[in-house]
């Protein structure tokens, strides 16, 4: 059975940076596209981040360009999602998903991040 555990939430002030992880297993990672997506209370599910299966062809959403990176490894099975000068509004459980290029798709159970002082 095709398993994502995300890890790394938690509780940061804002400006602060946080590392979450999405731990893959067991499929063919290298064939899936990889992203993030994030939930906050009372709205709809966003794509915050995502990886190409070759190429690690990155895109990110307005909202978090320039201050988010995500990067996957081959070897380890995983993807990370390195975020940096965190705002209030980032505040949402992150959702670590699964595509490949027939459509099957995987999510996890998601992560809580609150960003606050």
């Known amino acids: 059975e095709v398993q994502l555990v995300e890890s790394g939430g938690g509780l940061v002030q804002p400006g602060g940076s946080l590392r979450l992880s999405c731990a893959a297993s067991?499929?063919?990672?290298?064939?899936?596209?990889m992203s993030w997506y994030r939930q906050a209370p009372g709205k709809e599910r966003e794509l915050v981040a995502s990886?190409?299966?070759?190429?690690?062809?990155?895109k990110y959403a307005d909202s978090v360009k320039d201050r988010f990176t995500i990067s996957r490894d081959y070897v380890k099975n995983s993807v990370d999602l390195q975020m940096a000068s965190l705002k209030a509004e980032d505040t949402a459980v992150y959702y670590c998903?699964?595509?490949?290029?027939?459509?099957?798709?995987?999510w996890g159970r998601g992560t809580q991040v609150t960003v606050s002082s």
């Open positions: 990886i190409t299966s070759v190429g690690g062809n990155t």
């Open positions: 067991p499929f063919t990672f290298s064939s899936y596209a």
């Open positions: 998903h699964a595509l490949d290029n027939y459509g099957t798709n995987y």
